[in-house]
């Protein structure tokens, strides 16, 4: 499941500028298609622009996402007479048709992100590895250690410390945690996680199970380790030291 931006001036939902969005697990949040838009869109794993209706309008929207440096891929929704005037020099990833069904839908999304996640990785051959304290995930291998020793995770069990690791601190609600790692489409109830929770921390063994901590009546959070939490106070203190600081500047003698 990816979370993905429609950018579209329509007054539709997602499924009705692209329906096969509606079959797909993807997360999907609508913005005005709009430059101004995208001073606070959330991130996002791909951007949709609708062209459809005003493919002038949406070809310099594709340009001008490029401008701001992001490298987010980004697909253009047109019609069949558009399809025939699109130009690789606007700037966007791929065109797909809004008729265009779920399948191919997916394959390009998928794609899309996949060519993004390899370009990230040959930039950053660490890009893929998930650090948090004596905790180590590798996406890439889909392996865990801590400490320095394997953990022997079903898939589940590792894609809900992966999630919880890229997040440290940040306390998610068992029906959040429900959402991200099992998807949208699973009709299980949120005792799963509990379970989950249960067997991982299992795994991580008694001197590391207070790891996944318990957030009474809310859910659960990966409990930052000591010495990066002083770090990252330390680095705030410092970054808060910095902009108080009074600015000043040296004149030329004359």
């Known amino acids: 499941m990816s979370a993905l931006l429609l950018l579209t001036s329509a007054l539709q939902t997602s499924t009705e500028v ?5 079959l797909l697990g993807h997360q999907v949040k609508i913005l005005p298609a709009e430059g101004s838009a995208l001073l ?12 459809r209706q005003d493919l002038a309008h949406a070809r310099d929207l594709c340009r001008l996402i490029r401008t701001t440096g992001t490298d987010v891929p980004v697909l253009l929704v047109v019609t069949e ?15 797909v048709l809004h008729t265009c069904g779920p399948a191919e839908l997916g394959a390009r999304i998928k794609l899309a992100i996949g060519r993004l996640a390899a370009q990230r990785e040959a930039a950053d051959p660490d890009a893929h590895l998930i650090r948090s304290g004596e905790v180590l995930v590798d996406e890439a291998t889909y392996t865990a250690k801590v400490g320095g020793r394997a953990l022997d995770l079903t898939f589940k069990e590792f894609e809900l410390l992966k999630f919880l690791a890229q997040h440290p601190g940040r306390v998610f609600t068992r029906q959040q945690l429900l959402q991200e790692v099992w998807g949208y489409d699973y009709f299980g109830g949120t005792r799963t996680v509990d379970v989950h929770v249960r067997r991982l921390r299992a795994k991580l063994g008694p001197e590391n199970e207070t790891l996944i901590g318990t957030v009474r009546n809310v859910g659960y959070r990966f409990v930052l380790p000591a010495k990066e939490k002083e770090a990252a106070a330390d680095a705030r203190t410092t970054e808060t030291s910095t902009q108080a600081s009074p600015q000043t500047t040296t004149e030329p003698v004359v």
């Not at 007479?81 to 065109?95: C, S």
Request: aromatic share 4%; no cysteine.
């Open 18 to 22: 692209l329906p096969a969005l509606g």
């Open 81 to 95: 007479g558009g399809l025939a005037v699109v130009n690789q020099d606007w700037g966007m990833d791929d065109v």
């Open 40 to 51: 606070e869109a959330p991130d996002s794993d791909l951007l949709l622009v609708d062209g």
